[in-house]
Every structure is written in structure tokens, then in C-alpha cells.
């Protein structure tokens, strides 16, 4: 039918593109060491350190690249600090963004909040264009159950066409409590969204906590992804239980993380591993120590799952 072959045309079109563009923001190419590494501020948030400080930690820290809270920027903004002078100290410390967090209600069911969602991203993404960014998360906030998945893909293509005015590639983010909770949910939307840059941010934890599986994964091309979302889990409190503060350290709990970490490989995934915990023990700590301590967890993890 011709409806079938335009819809199998555009997705194809988007597993290319997404190929070409994760290939472009990898940061290893061997298969002894196929990812780069990113720090998620979320895991030195309660810190509370401002955005130079937070920078200067990851590069410190050994990281590849950063994903910074989109509040953050604005913050250092309204404070009379300079994006220009942000986006050189990023490119003299060699740190990519290839993504930034954001919660713009852009999936609600009301045109209004749509509507504001909207603005919000546009402002967002006109903040990290200035500091050198290539994404940012499309988190599914304001989704409602029963979750209207064809509605969901038309609202993501919209995020996606912001995305091409602004230099900016939305990632369709997976949520554990959220209507959009499993691999094949957020594949699905992302893939009727018939755009050739659609992607997925999935995360362990989330998988997890959305009662999915990581099988799923398999079936996902080699630029479904540009970034995974690292962390692991406990195995008490239970699944209905265990929220966000829960998240620990890769390996330190019971996710299946060798698995995970070879199927990423065996898809053909380069993109980047970014630590994300919101774990209050961790923000204890000093943030340098915490970054330290992430990164090696995820080296560790990747060395043990790829031996």
C-alpha cells in the first residue's frame, strides 16, 4: 500500500540518520573501549555547585562529555555569567554536551500546556545551542493514562521540527512511573514520529522500574541511541517501591548490567554511557570524589562485561 511503503520510507530514513549522527558523537571506536563517558549532573545535583564549577569537575574527573540541567544554564545566564565564555571553557577541556535536562510538559493532553511546552523548549534549546550543545532530553512529562501512542508520536514530531530550527536533536526519554515506561512504547512512538533524527534515552533504572525488560534493546538499531543513561539498582525496596533516590552506583546492585552492556555493544551503540543517580549518599560527598567514583564504576562495569 502506499501509505505502508511512505511510513517504512520514513522510518528507515531515521535509523540512517540516527546512525550518522551517534557515529559522529561517539567518542571510542575500538571494541575494547566503545563508549565514552559522560557525567549527568543529576549526580552531583545536591552539591549544588553552579554551572563553571560543575564543568570543571567532570573534566577533572577524566569525563568525555556532560549533560547539564537546562535550569543550571539559565541560572548562570541570569546571573550575569557569559554562554560564550561557557562554550569556550567546554571546548578547551574537550567536553561534549550531547545532551541536557529538561522537563517541558510538550506530551500533555492539553493544546495549551502544549503549547507553553513548546516555548520552554525553544528557550532551552536556545541556551544550549549557545554553549556548543547537539541534544537534549524530551522527558515525558504531563503524559496521562491511557497513554494515546499515535498522539505521542504526532507531539514528539513536533519536539523533533523545534529541534531542526534550533540545531538541536530531542531525545525521547523513557520514564519508569510514567505512561511511557518500555522500550517498545518509547520505540514506538519514536518511530511514528516518521523523523529521521527521532532517538531514544532510555536508562537502566527506568527500564527497570517501568516493569520492561532489557531484551527489547536488541532490537534497536546502532543510532537508536546517542546516550544511555547509567545506573543500577538495589534488589529491596521492590520494583513498586523503589523510586529515584534508590539509584546506585553501576555493579553496586542487581541489574543485569553485563547484559545490557553487551547487547549496547552488539547493536552497534558508540554513543555515549552518562552516569545519572539521584542518590542523597552520594550527594554527601564531595562532588569531585562522586564524579571519580562514577566514572571508574562505569569503567569497571564496561572492562567486565566486554572481557
Given at each position: 500500500?502506499?501509505?505502508s511503503?511512505?511510513?517504512?520510507?520514513?522510518?528507515?530514513?531515521?535509523?540512517?540518520?540516527?546512525a550518522?549522527?551517534?557515529?559522529?558523537?561517539a567518542?571510542?571506536?575500538?571494541?575494547?573501549?566503545?563508549?565514552?563517558?559522560?557525567?549527568n549532573?543529576?549526580?552531583?545535583?545536591g552539591?549544588?555547585?553552579?554551572?563553571?564549577?560543575?564543568?570543571?569537575?567532570?573534566?577533572?574527573?577524566?569525563?568525555?562529555?556532560?549533560?547539564?540541567?537546562?535550569?543550571?544554564?539559565?541560572r548562570?545566564?541570569?546571573?550575569?555569567?557569559?554562554?560564550?565564555?561557557?562554550?569556550?571553557?567546554?571546548?578547551?577541556?574537550?567536553l561534549?554536551?550531547?545532551?541536557?535536562?529538561?522537563?517541558a510538559?510538550?506530551?500533555?493532553?492539553?493544546?495549551?500546556?502544549?503549547?507553553?511546552?513548546?516555548?520552554?523548549?525553544?528557550?532551552?534549546?536556545?541556551?544550549?545551542?549557545?554553549?556548543?550543545?547537539?541534544?537534549?532530553?524530551?522527558?515525558?512529562?504531563?503524559?496521562?493514562?491511557?497513554?494515546?501512542?499515535?498522539?505521542?508520536?504526532?507531539?514528539?514530531?513536533?519536539?523533533?521540527?523545534?529541534?531542526?530550527?534550533?540545531?538541536?536533536?530531542?531525545?525521547?526519554?523513557?520514564?519508569?512511573?510514567?505512561?511511557?515506561?518500555t522500550?517498545?512504547?518509547?520505540?514506538m512512538?519514536?518511530?511514528?514520529?516518521?523523523?529521521?533524527?527521532?532517538?531514544?534515552?532510555?536508562?537502566?533504572y527506568?527500564?527497570?522500574?517501568?516493569?520492561?525488560?532489557?531484551?527489547?534493546?536488541?532490537?534497536?538499531?546502532?543510532?537508536?541511541?546517542?546516550?544511555?543513561?547509567?545506573?543500577?539498582?538495589?534488589?529491596?525496596?521492590?520494583?513498586?517501591?523503589?523510586?529515584?533516590?534508590?539509584?546506585?552506583?553501576?555493579?553496586?546492585?542487581v541489574?543485569?548490567?553485563?547484559?545490557?552492556?553487551?547487547?549496547?555493544?552488539?547493536i552497534?551503540?558508540?554513543?555515549?554511557?552518562?552516569?545519572?543517580?539521584?542518590?542523597?549518599?552520594?550527594?554527601?560527598?564531595?562532588?569531585?570524589?562522586?564524579?571519580?567514583?562514577?566514572?571508574?564504576?562505569?569503567?569497571?562495569?564496561v572492562?567486565?562485561?566486554?572481557?
Amino acid at each position: 500500500m502506499p501509505g505502508s511503503l511512505s511510513r517504512r520510507d520514513a522510518l528507515l530514513g531515521a535509523v540512517a540518520a540516527g546512525a550518522l549522527a551517534t557515529g559522529a558523537s561517539a567518542a571510542a571506536k575500538d571494541e575494547a573501549e566503545p563508549f565514552g563517558y559522560c557525567l549527568n549532573i543529576a549526580t552531583i545535583r545536591g552539591q549544588k555547585l553552579p554551572l563553571d564549577r560543575q564543568i570543571d569537575v567532570a573534566a577533572q574527573a577524566g569525563y568525555g562529555a556532560i549533560e547539564p540541567w537546562t535550569g543550571d544554564i539559565r541560572r548562570h545566564q541570569q546571573q550575569g555569567g557569559s554562554l560564550a565564555d561557557i562554550r569556550k571553557k567546554l571546548a578547551d577541556l574537550g567536553l561534549k554536551v550531547p545532551g541536557a535536562i529538561g522537563f517541558a510538559r510538550w506530551i500533555a493532553d492539553d493544546e495549551g500546556q502544549r503549547a507553553k511546552a513548546l516555548e520552554q523548549i525553544k528557550g532551552d534549546m536556545d541556551l544550549l545551542r549557545q554553549i556548543g550543545a547537539t541534544g537534549m532530553a524530551a522527558a515525558p512529562g504531563g503524559a496521562k493514562r491511557p497513554l494515546d501512542l499515535a498522539a505521542a508520536a504526532e507531539r514528539y514530531r513536533a519536539v523533533l521540527e523545534l529541534g531542526d530550527e534550533m540545531g538541536i536533536i530531542p531525545q525521547l526519554e523513557l520514564w519508569g512511573p510514567s505512561p511511557l515506561h518500555t522500550v517498545g512504547q518509547a520505540a514506538m512512538v519514536a518511530a511514528d514520529a516518521g523523523h529521521p533524527k527521532a532517538s531514544l534515552l532510555l536508562d537502566a533504572y527506568h527500564i527497570y522500574k517501568g516493569g520492561g525488560n532489557f531484551a527489547g534493546l536488541r532490537l534497536l538499531g546502532p543510532l537508536a541511541m546517542h546516550a544511555f543513561h547509567m545506573n543500577d539498582y538495589p534488589a529491596d525496596p521492590p520494583r513498586e517501591a523503589i523510586n529515584d533516590s534508590h539509584r546506585v552506583m553501576p555493579g553496586d546492585g542487581v541489574a543485569p548490567m553485563k547484559d545490557i552492556l553487551r547487547t549496547l555493544r552488539d547493536i552497534g551503540f558508540r554513543g555515549w554511557l552518562s552516569i545519572e543517580l539521584f542518590n542523597r549518599d552520594y550527594w554527601k560527598k564531595p562532588a569531585a570524589e562522586t564524579a571519580r567514583i562514577g566514572l571508574a564504576k562505569m569503567k569497571a562495569a564496561v572492562a567486565a562485561a566486554l572481557a
